[in-house]
Structure formats: structure tokens, C-alpha cells
């Protein structure tokens, strides 16, 4: 009988160092579990915030792209207005060429009729 409270003893002495060894085993478990836990929700913060400023930057590439078109359309326009200006230019100095040359060709012309007026005077005095 002795051996066998011994036995008894013994085994639940052990069955609860198994319980403690057990439940310790299991808060460990529980702590590691948490710090992962806690591991990954920094890793998902760290990748939200990584994703929102991808997208912020992704934003700006966008309104920059946007900028972009919207200055070489402006740019388009005023080369077009600078086009149609020198054209104007270039028809206007044709026409001041063609005015000039037809003041010079009044100019001889009314010399020529002064010089023969002048002749015809000359030829009327005589007589």
C-alpha cells in the first residue's frame, strides 16, 4: 500500500508538474502568439503607409503627366499664334516693299513730268 500511495503521490506530483509545465507552455504560446501578432500589424501599418504614399506619388505623377499636356497644348497654341503672326509679318512687309516700290516709281514719275514741264516752259519762254 505504501508503494502504491507513493505510486499515487508521485503520479500526481507529476501529472501537476505536466499541468504547470503545460499551462506555462501555453502562456509562452499566448505571449509568442501576441508578439507576432504585434509583429504583423506593424508590418501591415508599415505596408499601408508604404501603399499610400506609392498612390500619393502615383497622384503626382499623374497631375504632373496632366501639367505636362496641358503646358505643351499652350505651347502648341502659342507656336501656332507666332506661326500666323510671322505670316501676317511677311505679307505686310510684302506689301510696305510693293508701296515702297510704287512711291518710287510716283516719285519718277512725277520727276520726269517736272522735267518736262519745266522743258515746256523753257521752250514757251523762248518764243
Keep these: 500500500r505504501d508503494q502504491l500511495r507513493t505510486s499515487k503521490a508521485q503520479l500526481q506530483a507529476e501529472l501537476q508538474a505536466a ?3 503545460g499551462v506555462e507552455k501555453f502562456t509562452l504560446a499566448e505571449k509568442a502568439l501576441a508578439a507576432c501578432k504585434a509583429e504583423l500589424q506593424g508590418q501591415v ?3 499601408s503607409a508604404q501603399s499610400a504614399k506609392a498612390a500619393a506619388r502615383a497622384a503626382g505623377e499623374t497631375k504632373r503627366a496632366q501639367l505636362h499636356s496641358a503646358l505643351q497644348g499652350r505651347a502648341d497654341a502659342l507656336q501656332h499664334q507666332l506661326t500666323a503672326q510671322e505670316a501676317r ?3 505686310k512687309e510684302a506689301r510696305r516693299l510693293e508701296l515702297e516700290g510704287t512711291v518710287q516709281r510716283l516719285v519718277a514719275e512725277r520727276t520726269r513730268q517736272d522735267a518736262l514741264r ?5 521752250a514757251c519762254a523762248q518764243r
Design 89 to 91: 509679318l511677311t505679307q
Design 19 to 21: 499541468k504547470t509545465s
Design 45 to 47: 501599418a508599415l505596408l
Design 118 to 122: 519745266d522743258a515746256f516752259v523753257a
